[in-house]
């Protein structure tokens, strides 16, 4: 028996990344086991190929930023390897890359084309992670990148598939019921009830549909303390605040519109939950201090229903969280970041709140955005 | 997990109830010659000589003040020898050879109540700086210096509160004392012409508040009241107790006096006790020998100057002996750890904690933001980290790290289990250069 000397503090929490990460993983379960119910080949197969990719470029990654440096010695590739990897790649490398994995498995359609997946995934962890220094530096979320980056590149390859869990009415193939919120087809929201919309019976991703599920993993990750419920709140709120003002500008110009309606649509369709719950909540993308996480939900919130509202893009929850995760390193900067809730982030918590609902009003009022059908 | 970390796993139900167990009799008594605060010493005797206990041995210099060094037991003065201090440093010490006669100095002497009664604060102050009492609860101030406050003082607090865990020698001092205690803060109330003193408790200490409930009632109409305040962690640090007992909100480093506020711990009040009415200086004190790598822990009543190697038998010896043991004097917060058992009480030790060295294994930083959140004086812990390992010095200046109070929340709540509040200490010299 030693005596070691070590530095106070000499106790430590009884809390570790690993379960947090594993805390992540059991509240996407539900989610991924509905979408494999719904989907078992497309959902089986995209999940294993992003899994594949995700992790394998995870250890590539982590063996080419701990490269042996170059001396006029030769060792042999095994001192290489364990130069490399040992006490380097852990367990945490692997789970962080399969919660990039799940997340992005669950936030792209059923019938994504194979080569599709697997460029998005690789696409996804190495702009979206790797180049920033892996884990616990990257500035995006890595299954948002990938995700927008497949969507954009192959999105016209996408196929429709049918499923046992519901019948798709005569709409375009791959469209969500967001798409015909967007376009200005309003009357074809009563096609899909809101039942349908809670239940996930409507095309869309993978995942995002499965509100039940969802919900129950954002509670189990509330619960837990795994995810901050100030990001949460603020997204939330904002969401169902900005909806509900587009709700009361679209009933003032036509009275057949229900406000309620109209922004329990907003808020079950898409990715909006799915986001806040799982993307917008991991750590490592969102700033540090409480005020920050407030203003970012505020932003994240008020770029989703602009793009949704007024872009000509159906989904707006990757892009605003791929804005926002810009916007919290600039939050984190050391000249006005702050754990204490001053004058300052308390006025910008305000504007951020009064000035989109202002915008939405008048632009849908007076804008001519509203063009008779909304 | 991402939330705000105030509770910190304790083991006080296993030693708090247990009575101290008196071992004040050792063969060999060791005194510093030196501590943190005064780094040299003057020494009056020679080796060989008797000296009785509570005599005045020599003198410690610090930069603004002296302090002099009593003897704790009667005895012969064997000569010097190299153990560890509190501070973690190998310091010389006067090894005393124990007659166990106890025979006192002829300084000694009781003071009737009326002698008191007609002291002055001037001579108070006096008295305590000759007797060279020190706040006991681990700081080592003066405790003279804070008498010589000229600003008017309304409200003394008495510290109970020993918010750190494991620690338990305060709360066996309230039990076993409490007369002695209130002896001292009566003592104080008068020095200070103050008429409300409040003791401050954690609320979760009932059998405290069960004891103090009856001794109160003796000393009624004195403005002497009990004050529960939260369990949380760093309860017993300065400013949060001010702002839980009296509801005045101080600046950092503003003094308390300021708002007509003193605070002292309960064994420093115990050794005023002793200084005024006896002149004696601290010579015995509680001392609670816990953690994981001890079989039996237990509380301690003991002499300063004893060896901590002769507690450790009195405990059944080190568990898990092939384990790495953490040999920590203080609290497991914020106490210093020492490179080897062979440490000696001073006044100011109020634990040994011995515990299982374990690894933690650093995983990388996710941001989660659990040390802001702890942060008792709303730094940004992870932030100051990141301009450490960047060494931005603009950076670390524009974080103020020297607001820093290192009571070690933001590493006790890391998640990826990093030593953060070493990164903040590098800071805090950094920024200094």
Known sequence: MNIVKETAPHIRKKSSVTRMMVDVLIALAPTLIFAIVVYPLQAIYTLLISLFVMNGAEFVGVGLRNLMPRDDQKHSFKERFEFAYKGKFGISNVLTASISAVIYTLILPPGVPIYAIIIGALVGIIFGKLVFGGLGSNIFNPAAVGMVFTKLCFGSQYQSVSTWYYTVPDVAAGATSLGLLNGGMLDNITQYGLKSLILGQIPGTLGEVYKITIIIGLAYLLIRRSADYRIVVSYLGICTLLSLIAGLSVYSLNNAVNPLRFTAYYMLSGGILFGAAFMLTDPVTSPINSPSRWIYGLVAGVLTIFIRLFAALPEGVAFSILISNMIAVALDHYEWSTSKYNWKNLLTMGLLVVIPVLLVWIIISFGGVYNGQL | MITKNTKIHDTKNLVGSLPAVRYVNPKYLYIATANARCPKA?????????????????????????????????????????????????????????????????????????????????EMTQIIKDCANVGLGGSSFPTYIKFQTDKPINVILVNGIECEPYITADHRLMLEYPYRVMEGIKYTMQAFNCKKALICIKSKYKDIKAVYDQVLKE??????????????????????????????????????????????????????????????????????????????????????????????????????????????????????????????????????????????????????????????????????????????????????????????????????KIQVTDYIRRAKLLTKL
Do not use: W
């Open chain 2, 42 to 122: 003057d020494i009056y005797i020679q080796p060989g000589d008797h000296v009785d206990s509570c005599q005045v041995i020599g003198m410690r210099h610090a930069a603004f003040f002296d302090q002099p060094i009593h003897a704790t037991c009667s005895g012969t003065f064997v000569g010097y020898e190299k153990h560890y201090h509190r501070n973690g440093k190998l310091t010389d010490f006067i090894k005393i050879e124990n007659d166990f006669k106890d025979t006192l100095d002829k300084n000694l002497h009781i003071r009737s109540d009326e002698e008191i009664a007609a002291l002055s604060k001037e």
């Open chain 2, 219 to 416: 000393y009624a109409g004195q403005g002497i009241e009990l004050c529960c305040v939260g369990n949380y962690y760093p309860q017993g640090r300065e400013v949060e107790m001010i702002k839980s007992a009296t509801g005045i909100q101080l600046k950092q480093g503003e003094l308390p006096s300021n708002k007509g506020i003193i605070n002292f711990n309960v064994s420093t009040m115990v050794g005023i006790y002793k200084a005024i009415k006896f002149n004696m200086p601290v010579i015995k004190r509680f001392i609670t020998v816990t953690g994981d790598g001890i079989m039996f822990p237990k509380n301690f009543r003991v002499r300063v100057g004893t060896s901590i190697k002769e507690l450790i038998p009195l405990c059944g010896g080190y568990k898990d002996p092939d384990v790495d043991k953490v040999f920590i004097l203080g609290g497991p917060m914020m106490g210093a750890s020492v490179p080897s058992d062979d440490c000696i009480i001073t006044k100011t030790v109020t634990s040994i904690i011995i515990l299982n060295k374990t690894n933690y294994k650093e995983e990388p930083c996710v941001r989660c933001g659990s040390c802001v959140l702890s942060c008792p004086v709303k730094l940004e812990p992870v932030q100051i980290m990141n301009a450490v390992k960047a060494m931005d010095k603009e950076r670390m200046k524009k974080l103020n790290p020297s607001r820093c109070i290192e009571c070690g929340l933001c590493t006790y709540s890391c998640t990826s």
